[in-house]
């Protein structure tokens, strides 16, 4: 019966409702939220009384400078966000109803090599789609993924990506690493080398916390080296195979774009073989969404841009 009663509640939600959740958490107060939405007061005191009783207790406590959010709207908000998200995205949709718009998240790196070739593609067959493009690391593009602020992205992800079960993912291209210096460097007339050899090495790194220089500093570890210290560190990673062709350096790649630049006459691979692999290349988008017919256009489209990689 109180299950009922619950449900009977939340069916009787507006959507201004949920817009007052999140104003809550990001304002702090009755005041600034009913000043963001227009109403007084008093209704945001009554609106605020409707989610709690829809939700079945209290979801802020009263302090002196407003309300604070209890651990039950995190929980909310996990599930509301993409619902607000995708609400926002419809509406825009709505102002040109003859053109789809897809947003899509991406690394420097994707943005400039993949996406291109992709979306060439999906223009050439679909001329009305429209595309949002957001730039940034992939940690934070999952975040807003989750959040239905983005509609897909591309990266890899870690094994210990937070609510990776809510994700689904189609691998792109493959996450085989090498050992990469400048044609002109030294090393590169080596047919054999290991991991001493490179240990006096100047080398070029992504962040501390990446991916590959993670199991790079973990491959050193394990044959009782000390981890490189880079001299030069760049975020993103792929960028230290435009520095090694130019500089003195070492740096670690994906071995499909380590075999671009080496085509290219700028790098050369190193005749070391390592024994892990980093996450593959994949297309990444909410379970809820899979089935969506404009993703699934555009998952196929990447794959092919992908294949252009390899």
Known sequence: ????????????????????LELLVEVGTVRKAAEHLNVSQSAVSQMLKELEDAFGGPLFTRTRSGVEANGRVATLMRRLRPVLGELGAAQDE???????????????????????H????????????????SEGPTNALVDALLAGDIDCTIGRLSANTPRAAELRLWPLYGGE?????G??????????????????EAWALGGRTGQA????????????????RPVLECRPQFANLAFVAKMQLVTIATRDEALVAQQAGTVHILPIELPVESAPVAFICRKASAGDVWLARTRD??????????
């Open 183 to 200: 044609s002109s460097h030294p090393l590169a007339r080596r047919k054999r080398l290991t991991l001493q050899d490179l240990a006096g």
């Open 94 to 116: 709505m102002l040109a109803p003859a053109q789809a718009v897809l947003r899509i998240g991406a690394n420097l790196q994707f943005l400039t090599r993949l996406l291109p």
């Open 213 to 228: 220089r993670t199991i790079l500093d973990q491959l050193f570890v394990r044959a009782d080296l000390p981890p490189p």
């Open 118 to 133: 992709a979306l060439e593609r999906l223009r050439s067959t679909y001329p009305d789609l429209r595309f949002v493009l």
């Open 1 to 20: 019966m109180a299950v009922s009663r619950m449900r009977q509640s939340v069916e009787r939600l507006r959507i201004k409702h949920l817009r007052l």
């Open 177 to 181: 690493l090498c050992l990469v210096v």
């Open 301 to 310: 489209a990447l794959s092919l841009a992908g294949g252009r990689i390899k």
